[in-house]
């Protein structure tokens, strides 16, 4: 069975400032982990994944995360801030390899950036 | 390209009737997966549909059925709705042998 934490259910942060939510995840095989940005009254917006291969992996709008199989962590940062990154954020994790794609998902982290 | 379209895009019924969702995959997809959103369970998966065969279920009650078409075209079902069955329903399309979920803008449900 797959299940994945998300530290915070809100963070908050001021624009410019970095931002850093939390993924921790729980797999039986090597895992397939995505994160997505959700925006109010729309659905869900794939930022990054990653399968195989480089554990740093760049996504959309400036985010990057890392996959740290010893710590059974893919943290999604930002360097700087922005009004525009304010929305609520979904960890997520499938099993890796074939025709598998059941998402379980995390409770989500609501980011708010302030003036 | 066109993206997940889904239809309705909110639904208001009363406790004990039925309702049908649709959802059109991105052209040349051919799995379409169902989730469901709750502020109380987050994200849950429902099931997943491939070439019109259910591949993966998710642990819902038999009141939540679906089907897919020829055409990839996807609908869920849920029958004698119940309060907890409000949520946004959320479909997401995936091309064939590849992992990425595309998700649509949902169905908002409202059980009166």
């Known amino acids: 069975a797959q299940s994945v934490t998300q530290l915070g259910s809100h963070v908050s942060v001021s624009e410019g400032a970095l931002v850093l939510l939390r993924c921790n995840y729980s797999?039986?095989?090597?895992?397939?982990l995505f994160w997505y940005v959700q925006y109010p009254n729309q659905g869900l917006q794939l930022l990054l994944k990653?399968?195989?291969?480089?554990?740093l992996v760049k996504g959309i709008n400036g985010f990057e995360a890392e996959f740290k199989k010893s710590e059974t962590s893919f943290h999604l940062t930002k360097p700087s801030a922005h009004m525009s990154d304010a929305a609520e954020y979904f960890c997520?994790?499938?099993?890796?390899?074939?025709?598998?794609?059941?998402?379980?998902f995390g409770k989500g982290t609501l980011l708010t950036v302030n003036p | 390209k066109a993206g997940v379209t889904q239809t309705p895009r909110y639904l208001i019924k009363t406790r004990g009737q039925q309702v049908t969702l649709s959802c059109s995959p991105i052209?040349?997809?051919?799995?379409v997966s169902w989730y469901q959103q709750t502020p109380g369970q987050g994200l849950q998966f429902l099931f997943e549909?491939?070439?019109?065969?259910?591949?993966n279920k998710g642990n819902f009650p038999g009141r939540f059925s679906g089907r897919q078409f020829s055409n990839s075209r996807s609908e869920m079902n849920v029958s004698t709705l119940e309060l907890g069955d409000s949520a946004l329903y959320l479909c997401?399309?995936?091309?064939?042998?590849?992992?990425?979920?595309?998700f649509g803008p949902g169905t908002r449900l409202t059980v009166l």
């Open positions: 052209s040349g997809h051919r799995s």
């Open positions: 797999s039986s095989v090597p895992p397939y």
């Open positions: 990653y399968t195989t291969g480089a554990t």
């Open positions: 997520a994790v499938s099993l890796s390899g074939g025709s598998n794609y059941k998402l379980t």
């Open positions: 549909y491939f070439s019109e065969t259910q591949r």
């Open positions: 997401a399309s995936t091309r064939a042998f590849t992992d990425t979920q595309y």
